[in-house]
């Protein structure tokens, strides 16, 4: 049973570009969250989609974007890209039951 | 405001050796409390979820307990290994349903030497 995908696995990119990160949750889950994590610290909460539809969401601007596919994959953009973005950005999901699945990640490093 | 904070920020100890991680969290109202591991540069792996209701849980050389009105957990590591070795997480949902977010603390990181 594959767990959280999540594509690519590192990425480089320049100041004032866009990217897109991409993510599968495990099967059987419906709901993802993104979180970015610095170097040194804990992950934060960017968003969180559920049916499609972005439920809730951390102190991020909105230059950090998302979306929820009807097969529960979802994406994370960010435009106008800052060097501050360089981070890894974790994908989680979660089912019917309480604790949540993570990815394995994908590092971006704007330079 | 929810805030997670996790003592020490590193420890090192010999093989062998029984270790206590300590979490503290100041809002006691939390739907439930979760311990991740996550080795350099690499996805968190989750260890241990106790739900509000529930004082402890163990899988294998790991118990987690959960003190909600002193808003504190404790991960208890028995006869570390060097493959223990990475950083430890905890993690709190404030409310259950489809719009949980889990907040975290800065990490301990465990060192294990052989």
């Known amino acids: 049973d594959a767990g959280v995908t999540q594509s690519p696995t590192h990425l480089i990119k320049t100041r004032g570009q866009q990217v897109t990160l991409r993510c599968s949750p495990k099967?059987?889950?419906?709901?993802v969250s993104w979180y970015q994590q610095a170097l040194g610290q804990g992950p934060q909460f960017i968003f969180q989609y559920y049916e499609e539809e972005e439920r809730q969401r951390g102190n991020f601007p909105d230059r950090f974007s998302g979306h929820q596919y009807p097969n529960y994959s979802s994406e994370l953009n960010v435009n106008a890209l800052l060097l501050g973005d360089s981070a890894l950005y974790l994908c989680a999901s979660r089912g019917k039951g309480y604790g949540y699945t993570f990815g394995s990640g994908t590092r971006l490093t704007v330079v | 405001k929810q805030e997670v904070t996790q003592i020490p920020a590193a420890l090192s100890v010999p093989e062998g050796e029984n270790l206590v991680l300590n979490c503290s969290f100041t809002?006691?109202?939390?739907?439930?409390l979760q311990w991740f591991r996550q080795d350099p540069g690499k996805g968190l792996t989750s260890l241990l979820l106790?739900?509000?209701?529930?004082r402890e849980q163990t899988s294998g050389r790991l118990n987690a307990s959960l003190d909600k009105s002193s808003g504190r957990s404790t991960l208890y590591i028995a006869a570390s290994q060097p493959g223990d070795s990475a950083t430890y997480l905890c993690a709190v949902s404030n409310y259950g349903g489809a719009t949980n977010k889990l907040i975290f603390g800065t990490g301990t990181l465990l060192a294990v030497q052989p």
């Open positions: 099967s059987g889950h419906d709901t």
């Open positions: 106790i739900q509000s209701s529930q």
């Open positions: 809002d006691s109202a939390i739907y439930n």
